[in-house]
């Protein structure tokens, strides 16, 4: 069966750096996207792997490893507002988006 | 209005009832999606219309029932729900409903409750 592995919950500090991982076992791989939840709202883009290595967008980077069938998530300089589920979903050979169950990342002052 | 929008936000419904859920994105896209979101669980798909014709159904319920007039605009008919289909239900649009990067956009759900 296809599978997408997430830590349930993390919490860290506001100012310091956190990093979610997100582990999967798919019917192929055709790119890996990570999205933001807040509580009650819809889910947004934050990015989207299909080649190894790291990807970086101002504070959030993204980094793939298709031999490994790992990804994280980095967040710097966390602020309040990164409080949020954060959910990761892989392309499989179909084209399906085969989705993890989530991270919620708490955020403490 | 831009991006996905749903209607209504928030849904109390009885086992005997009959609803519908609206989703309507004004994107330009192809492509529109049902998804049920449980607490603590994966998305699930539950349905994919591309081009106003289904291509998904991943054996969803006969209690759920999807409607696409338009590439538009996509319903969701209710009835005789239980209460175990209490969830929120997210709707989302994308360019196609193929291809490896191919962006959903999510509407900000309804959140249904089955009495």
């Known amino acids: 069966g296809q599978n997408i592995d997430q830590p349930t919950e993390m919490t860290a500090t506001e100012g310091a750096i956190v990093q979610i991982n997100c582990t999967y076992q798919t019917s192929g791989f055709n790119g890996l996207f990570w999205y933001q939840q807040h509580a009650g709202e819809a889910p947004t883009f934050l990015s989207y792997?299909?080649l190894d290595g790291l990807e970086e967008k101002g504070r959030f980077s993204s980094f793939l490893s298709r031999s490994k069938g790992y990804s994280y998530l980095l967040l710097k300089e966390l602020q309040m507002k990164d409080s949020a589920s954060y959910l990761c979903?892989?392309?499989?050979?179909?084209?399906?988006?085969?989705w993890g169950a989530g991270t919620k990342l708490i955020i403490k002052p | 209005e831009t991006g996905v929008t749903q209607t209504p936000r928030h849904l109390v419904m009885g086992m005997t009832n009959k609803k519908s859920l609206k989703c309507e994105q004004h994107l330009g896209h192809n492509a529109m999606y049902w998804y049920k979101q449980s607490a603590k669980k994966p998305l699930e798909l539950m349905f994919v219309y591309n081009f106003k014709e289904q291509t998904e159904n991943n054996s969803v319920p006969s209690r759920f029932s999807p409607e696409c007039p338009n590439s538009s605009h996509l319903f969701l008919h209710l009835h005789t729900l239980q209460p175990e289909d209490s969830a929120l239900y997210l709707c989302a649009s994308s360019q196609g409903d193929r291809g490896a990067y191919n962006e959903q956009f999510f509407g900000p759900g309804t959140r249904l409750t089955v009495l």
């Open positions: 979903a892989v392309v499989d050979s179909n084209y399906q988006l085969i």
């Open positions: 792997n299909v």
